[in-house]
């Protein structure tokens, strides 16, 4: 069975949808209790939504953020956090993606409680946010890693795409702020920037940037932004030698274009551990460390969490009283 939302009441900063379910039985009619999006009404590119889902206890939670055609511009999966005091809660973090058109959008979840199935939409509005623009030279050897279509590039993108849609509900290893990756990394690219790319020929092509770009002297010590389970460390066709992290349910850190990997995958590492050094491999103009923050496997930007934690532990809860 599937409940549509039927009862909105709003309260200053928070939004609460409502969906009542009813479930009926050989013995008689079980009311189940009733499941509550809690999540901010406005956001921007590049963001993320932390988003509760209140009301009893919720099986394969999927929340995500649709357009007035219904198509799914990023998604994501809820796990389960529990407060101190042993209270717990169903918890999205979900990515907006930096290409996402201003407006009003459509956030929609759905979810399992026993045999009951609920659905549950509520609005959001994207605000607008101007990204930069940068215009890239490449010469012949930049051009031809570019474009080359090799089977390894190909696979080394499958594999990519398979841990960063991986999910795993109970890698809660890091809540608060992250930390830079370096000491003193000068700022040469920011994330959602516009990219043009003019090649030898003449021709052009775009794309947009996923993450910062970060300028050191080679062999500067690239350290853990944040605590976690070391998914991938080896050295890739584009990326050069890479380092991915796993933070939380669905939150990777990758860590590009480094001279040296000091870490192995399945390792865990604690905030601030050095797992590789600046360097200049792969699709590198110059010696540099691209740091990117994924979320759902949708790029965010990461300095966001500089100075915000990573997982709001004391805003949960402020909203579960």
């Known amino acids: 069975m599937r409940f549509k939302v039927r009862d909105r009441m709003k309260q200053p900063g928070i939004s609460l949808i409502l969906s009542t379910c009813i479930l ?25 939504l932390q988003i509760l889902i209140q009301g009893g206890h919720l099986n394969n939670v999927s929340l995500s953020i649709e357009n007035s055609r219904k198509e799914s511009l990023s998604r994501n999966q809820g796990f389960l956090w529990t407060a101190p005091y042993g209270e717990s809660v169903s918890v999205v973090l979900l990515g907006i993606p930096s290409t996402i058109t201003p407006g009003r959008y459509t956030l929609v979840m759905n979810a399992d409680q026993g045999r009951a199935q609920w659905h549950l939409e509520k609005a959001v509005t994207v605000t607008e946010h101007p990204f930069p623009e940068q215009v890239i030279n490449l010469d012949d ?31 809660i290893f890091q809540t608060s702020s992250l930390i830079p990756p370096l000491d003193e990394g000068v700022p040469t690219s ?16 775009s794309s947009v940037h996923f993450g910062l770009d970060l300028w050191s002297e080679p062999g500067t010590p690239v350290k853990a932004a944040g605590r976690g389970r070391i998914v ?4 890739r066709f584009l990326t050069g030698n890479t380092v991915i992290i796993e933070h939380l349910p669905g939150v990777y850190s ?9 870490v192995r995958e399945g390792e865990m590492v604690n905030q601030g551990v050095v ?24 790029p965010v930007n990461p300095s966001q969490f500089l100075t915000s934690p990573l997982l709001d532990t004391n805003g949960i809860m402020g909203r579960m009283e």
């Open 24 to 48: 009926l039985t050989a013995a008689g009619i079980l009311s189940a209790a009733e499941p509550v999006i809690i999540a901010d009404d406005y956001v921007q590119p590049g963001a993320v």
């Open 141 to 171: 050897k930049m051009n031809a890693l570019y474009n080359d279509e090799s089977e390894r590039k190909k696979s080394e993108a499958r594999r990519l795409w398979t841990i960063l849609t991986s999910f795993d509900k109970n890698a």
């Open 190 to 205: 920011e994330f959602g920037e516009r990219r043009r790319y003019h090649r030898p020929d003449g021709s052009e092509s």
């Open 232 to 235: 991938l460390a080896t050295e």
């Open 254 to 262: 990758l860590y590009y274009h480094m001279d040296s990997l000091e």
């Open 275 to 298: 797992v590789g050094s600046v360097g200049e491999t792969g699709f590198a103009t110059g010696a540099h460390l691209h740091w990117e923050l994924r979320v759902g496997a949708t």
